[in-house]
Structure formats: C-alpha cells, structure tokens
C-alpha cells in the first residue's frame, strides 16, 4: 500500500466515526466551597469528574458545576433534599441524613477522614506535649463548624466545643485564642497548617 493511500484510508476512517447525533448535556451541581482559599474539596471534585467520565454514555457530555456562592453542610442538606439547585453533596454521614437524603455508601477516604490530628497554637505545643488522656483534653476546648456531625461527637464524650458558622473563621478565632485545638482529619491537618502558618499554627 502506497503512502498516498494510507493517508486516504485514514481520512476516510476518521470521516465515519465522526458522530451523527449531537452531544446530550448533562450538567450535575455540587455544593460549592465557602471560599477560594478553601482547599478542602478539591479533591472530591476530581474524584467526581472522574467518576462521571468513566460512567457517562457515548453521546453525552458532563458539565460539573458548583452551586453560586458559598454554602454550609446543614444547608446544602436542605437545599438536596427540598430543591433543584443541587445533585450531589460529600459529607460526614449521620442516620438523620441518611433519613432525608439517599447515601451512596462509598468511602471517599476509606476511613481516613476519623483519624484526627490538632490544629494548635505554636505557643501552645508545651501545653499540648503535657496532654495524655481524655481527663486532661477535657479541660481545654475545641473549636468546631456549628452544623458538623463531628461537634455532636466531641460533646457526647464530654469535651468542650466552641462553634463557629464558618469553616475559614475558625482559623480566625484559634488565633485569638478563643478555643485551644481544631481537631482535623489525617488528610487535611498538614494541608491546612501550611496553608494557615503565618497565624501561628501547626499539626500535633
């Protein structure tokens, strides 16, 4: 076969595999982040493109948008379960909201998100260094979002919570020495740390 016709039957390849039917859209809303210095979520975002590509049929096109504006846990429940405006939410789970939203049991983190490590003040790692038990915690207070399964969790063991109705105001309010620790996750303790470090805060 000559170059010329090689170059022919290709043309000629491409030309019919070329679709005859338009691109069916399928936009799919997420809960947007509170804010742009939120990294939180990045990760998540990805995994649900990904996943969306891997699952959409020959003919369609995925658009994966957030919601406008930032937007709390507690509200992003309601907004799923009473409206329109958004698809999919991730989230800690809770048996009320498996109640009023459908779980998809899946682990996005396989169990790592209940592996907590401290958010601290620098000024603080003394103090912490002296802490070996529950008793001990006890005695400080943590600092925790209002509407976060996790704050109920803190309670229900006794420890002293202080809330705030912003993720990002926490930062804020462990700087003025309003709470002592902010218990995160395995995978977002060293992230955030770094993130935040010029107000003084590091992992323990």
Known sequence: ???????????????FTIPTVAASVVNVTYANLQDDKDLRNVYFIKL??????????????I????NHGGILQG????????????????????IA???????????LLK?????????IRQADK??????????QLRKLTAGQGHDWPDTEILRANQLKVITSATYLGLFGMLKAKRFDYFPRSINEAWM????????GVIPK
Not at 56 to 61: G, I, V
Not at 97 to 107: K, T, V
Request: glycine content about 4%.
């Open 1 to 15: 076969m000559s170059l010329m016709k090689v170059i022919y039957y290709l043309m000629f390849v491409v030309f």
């Open 48 to 61: 649900l493109q990904l996943a969306l590509d891997k699952s959409k049929a020959a003919n369609e096109e």
């Open 63 to 66: 658009r994966l948008n957030g």
């Open 75 to 94: 509200r992003a429940v309601r907004l799923l379960k009473v409206s329109n405006q958004l698809d999919v939410l991730w989230t800690v789970t809770t």
């Open 97 to 107: 909201r498996e109640q009023e939203i459908l779980p998809i049991r899946i682990p």
């Open 111 to 119: 169990g790592l998100l209940g592996y907590r490590f401290f958010i």
């Open 126 to 135: 003394a103090k912490f260094k002296a802490v070996n038990g529950l008793m």
């Open 192 to 199: 955030e740390a770094a993130q935040y470090k010029n107000q």
